[in-house]
């Protein structure tokens, strides 16, 4: 990266204010990003709700010179999870371009939208740079609406807002991708992109099928970019390179590599912990063990989506 600040001027508000003062962490919308970004690589996004988690993935992206998307567990405080990114992005990584991408479902029964419209107020307050909105839970009269509601607060902060509609399944349905978009616009909103959640598909024959139907919807889809998320595998981040995706959620492939190393006791503690919104602590060889894990599974996914270069690309497209 160069030593210049310009940079940095794309930070959103938000996360600015939740920065200490003179940080080099670069957390950006994914807006920027892909306005920055030429033709359509895709980017990773690593489920890193662990500090070390995120060390990791932000050493294997400076290596190789990638723009990255970090995303906290679900439930978890956003607050001291931007700050524990914020700190390592700023030690191992600074001005590498990252996003840091909030996930709300909308559930169902009443008040479900005012939690999650709540929620998603969170975690843009909490300096989070993408949100993702998942209705597939709402009658599909209502997901466009419900949407709209929810995603209010990232808009009005220009922050970059993702749809999820219906799973995927074996891979999506194109019009219907197409479709979900364009109640979206009726609603008011024009998300940055529509994310669908698709099932790992096995053998070369079924990741082919499922490359092709992203790749399809993502040519529906048009100006509004597709992200995939879900269990994924190696081969089908090598094939979803010429699907035209935006980012590519890394299927919790770099957590269950981090956690590996630690004992089965020691992992359902922090499973628990997780889950209850608090970040826990790990001895520190233990942590370093984690963090050797998770880097390289994060190379080897970095490697396999041909994202090498892509932060220089952004900073270059931005600068």
């Not at 080099?24 to 033709?39: E, F, I, T, Y």
């Not at 290596?63 to 390592?88: C, I, K, M, N, T």
């Amino acid at each position: 990266m160069s030593a210049g600040r310009p940079l940095l001027a794309f930070r959103p508000v938000a996360a600015v204010h939740r920065l200490p003062p003179h940080s080099q962490a670069c957390p950006l919308s994914l807006r920027d990003v892909l306005r920055a970004l030429p033709g359509r690589r895709p980017l990773p996004i690593f489920r890193a709700p662990l500090p070390a988690l995120a060390r990791a993935a932000l050493l294997a992206a400076r290596q190789a010179r990638s723009a990255v998307g970090l995303a906290p567990a679900p439930g978890q405080h956003p607050e001291r999870w931007f700050d524990a990114v914020a700190r390592a992005a700023d030690e191992l990584a600074p001005r590498l371009p990252l996003f840091l991408s909030g996930e709300v479902a909308v559930g169902r029964g009443e008040g479900a939208l005012e939690r999650a419209r709540r929620l998603s107020h969170r975690l843009v307050e909490a300096g989070l740079t993408h949100l993702a909105v998942d209705v597939s839970l709402v009658p599909a009269a209502d997901r466009a609406r419900a949407a709209a509601e929810v995603a209010a607060p990232a808009v009005e902060r220009e922050v970059a807002v993702e749809c999820l509609g219906p799973d995927g399944g074996a891979g999506p349905d194109p019009e219907e991708a197409a479709a979900f978009r364009d109640e979206l616009h009726g609603w008011g909103l024009a998300p940055d992109a529509i994310g669908v959640r698709c099932l790992a598909p096995e053998g070369i024959e079924e990741t082919r099928a499922q490359a092709r139907l992203l790749g399809e919807a993502a040519a529906a889809l048009g100006e509004t970019r597709l992200v995939r998320r879900g269990p994924a595998t190696s081969l089908l981040f090598r094939i979803s390179r010429a699907a035209g995706l935006t980012a590519v959620d890394d299927g919790g492939r770099m957590l269950e590599a981090g956690l590996s190393a630690l004992a089965p006791g020691e992992r359902a503690d922090v499973a628990r912990r997780l889950e209850e919104g608090v970040l826990p602590g790990i001895p520190e060889e233990a942590a370093a063990r984690l963090e050797g894990l998770a880097f390289a599974e994060a190379e080897a996914v970095l490697e396999a989506l041909g994202s090498e270069g892509t932060g220089e690309a952004v900073e270059a497209g931005l600068s």
